[in-house]
């Protein structure tokens, strides 16, 4: 099995951010680290090696779904790192979408990341730019 590398986990603080101190996400809900959100609450403050351990614990379902997909693939470290992100931030149900459940070539699949830029119907710049960052991790050699 694969493991997200160094150049992932970059990747994914840059667009992720880093709050030390709980605040409400967008949705409402109590966020720390780098997007933790489970047993969360107000008032909360952490270290930077804990956010890091929240990170590490929160990519291992992204990572368990992309090694499912690893399987019929045999992904490149940088595709595996991009499609990682991607699963870690649009959810397991896009990324099944996103391989056309297994059946789409792999250049495709790299193509189709630059899809999922929207949120409630409109595109928004912060997708745009994650979606082109995974593309080009996903496309480097």
Same mark, same amino acid.
């Given at each position: 099995?694969?493991?997200?590398?160094?150049?992932?986990?970059?990747?994914?603080?840059?667009?992720?951010?880093?709050?030390?101190?709980?605040?409400?996400?967008?949705?409402?809900?109590? *966020?720390?680290?780098? #997007?933790?959100?489970?047993?969360? $609450?107000?008032?909360?403050?952490? !270290?930077?090696?804990? /956010?890091?351990?929240?990170?590490?614990?929160?990519?291992?379902?992204?990572?368990?779904?992309?090694?499912?997909?690893?399987?019929?693939?045999?992904?490149?470290?940088?595709?595996?790192?991009?499609?990682?992100?991607? *699963?870690?931030?649009? #959810?397991?149900?896009?990324?099944? $979408?996103?391989?056309?459940?297994? !059946?789409?070539?792999? /250049?495709?699949?790299?193509?189709?990341?630059?899809?999922?830029?929207?949120?409630?119907?409109?595109?928004?710049?912060?997708?745009?730019?994650?979606?082109?960052?995974?593309?080009?991790?996903?496309?480097?050699?």
């Amino acid at each position: 099995m694969k493991s997200v590398s160094i150049t992932g986990l970059v990747l994914i603080k840059n667009f992720e951010g880093l709050r030390l101190s709980a605040y409400k996400c967008p949705a409402g809900v109590p *966020t720390i680290g780098y #997007g933790h959100t489970k047993n969360v $609450k107000m008032g909360d403050v952490i !270290t930077l090696e804990q /956010a890091n351990l929240y990170l590490l614990q929160d990519l291992k379902g992204s990572i368990f779904c992309v090694n499912e997909y690893d399987k019929i693939y045999n992904f490149t470290q940088n595709e595996f790192d991009a499609l990682v992100s991607f *699963t870690f931030n649009c #959810g397991k149900g896009n990324l099944t $979408k996103l391989t056309g459940k297994g !059946t789409r070539n792999k /250049a495709l699949i790299g193509q189709k990341i630059l899809e999922y830029n929207k949120a409630g119907g409109k595109v928004l710049n912060g997708l745009v730019r994650r979606r082109q960052a995974e593309h080009d991790l996903y496309f480097t050699r």
